[in-house]
């Protein structure tokens, strides 16, 4: 189902929704499961809410093919919390860490667990100006774990492979490309996520730890910090966000009823495909600079040869019904993100304005 009067959302985050999850929230937002209150009204601790949270978590569960050794926690904080709380978590004091520096988010995870952990960059693009993700780790045997951010959402690289850390638990950020294709999540000792690009409302989180990650830390900590306690208490430690659970819990039924993650894979696979050719078709117009093999299925940033064309670009785009084509202001340019909920009517609409607007001003 698509609406053909709402416009094509490309934004970053927080992120376009599947039209058939925000119409089943609004259907249900007067009277969920005949409670006569929105889920928003409800105790958390209530029958209603118990059975909703456990079956989004199964659902994920099955998405995902979770391990049984592997705890799954709907948190609060950000992802930008969990760059702290991760260090605090699975390092004890005196502890060194490794992480992999592939742009902006990777960065601001080591300057977060600096507090916590000694870090150690472990390898690092930044000389390349991130424009592509490293070939080489160089994995310290001794390190608490190992940190990446498999996609970079303002940079635009992603890592195609899963990077090897021997016995070094590996531990990712997969803020923007969680649920995006099929993942052996057995590789990992800890995924988290902000839900807001591909799962949700933002102020929720995500986190999927394997359960022997959880005694580590000899540190003194709040409850509230500790990661075991959440799972403890099935992330019900203090309210959680209640509103966020459930909308997960629908995206999560809407990707099964896609066909689940293979499916999805390959329909963000086209999408990009279909989207770089565009961006490397039109005689120079347009052009990406990250390397091919490391550019990211859900967030492409582009630039015009002419950056004079910048503002006009945007107010057509924008006129044609495509929105938040703006690049970060970091980098300045374009980003178009293409997140699950993106199909590949709303890119074809992209590439096709961006062939016109070529002509035109080619
Ligand atoms: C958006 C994003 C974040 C920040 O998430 P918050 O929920 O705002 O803390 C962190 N990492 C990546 C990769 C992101 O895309």
């Known amino acids: 189902m698509t609406d053909p009067v709402r416009p094509w959302n490309f934004s970053a985050g927080p992120a376009v929704l599947a039209p058939e999850v925000l119409a089943q929230a609004q259907r249900e937002l007067l009277d969920w499961r005949g409670t006569g209150a929105s889920v928003m009204e409800v105790s958390h601790r209530g029958r209603d809410f118990m059975d909703m949270a456990e079956e989004a978590e199964q659902d994920l569960r099955t998405l995902m093919g979770i391990p049984d050794r592997y705890a799954v926690l709907f948190l609060q904080g950000g992802a930008t919390q969990h ?48 424009r592509r993700v490293p070939s080489v780790i160089d994995v310290d045997p001794g390190a608490a774990y190992l940190h990446y951010t498999p996609n970079e959402t303002i940079h635009g690289t992603e890592f195609h492979r899963i990077p090897e850390s021997g016995d070094v638990p590996l531990v990712a950020d997969m803020s923007s490309d969680i649920l995006s294709r099929p993942l052996d999540v057995s590789r990992f000792g800890m995924i988290y996520a902000g839900a807001q690009k591909n799962i949700g409302p933002s102020g929720l989180v995500l986190l999927i730890i394997r359960e022997d990650l959880l005694q580590r830390t000899g540190r003194p900590m709040a409850d509230i910090f500790r990661y075991a306690r959440h799972v403890e208490r099935d992330s019900m430690l203090n309210t959680p966000n209640t509103w966020g659970w459930y909308l997960a819990g629908l995206t999560f039924k809407w990707i099964a009823a896609q066909g689940g993650l293979d499916v999805i894979g390959e329909r963000n696979r086209a999408k990009a495909e279909a989207l770089y050719a565009a961006i490397d ?45 703006k690049g970060h202001r970091a980098l300045g340019g374009m980003r178009a993100s293409i997140y699950n909920a993106m199909p590949m009517e709303g890119v074809k609409a992209l590439i096709q304005f961006m062939r016109d607007f070529a002509q035109r001003h080619g």
């Open 281 to 325: 078709g039109y005689g120079g117009f347009y052009r990406n600079d990250i390397d091919p093999d490391s550019r990211s299925r859900m967030n492409v940033p582009f630039r015009l040869h002419d950056e004079a064309l910048n503002t006009l670009f945007l107010e057509e785009s924008s006129q044609a019904g495509l929105l938040a084509l």
């Open 83 to 130: 760059f702290a709380q991760l260090a605090m978590n699975l390092a004890a004091p005196g502890d060194s860490a490794d992480y992999v520096v592939t742009g902006h988010w990777s960065q601001k995870a080591v300057r977060e667990a600096e507090p916590y952990v000694r870090t150690r960059v472990a390898a690092s693009t930044e000389a390349d100006g991130f």
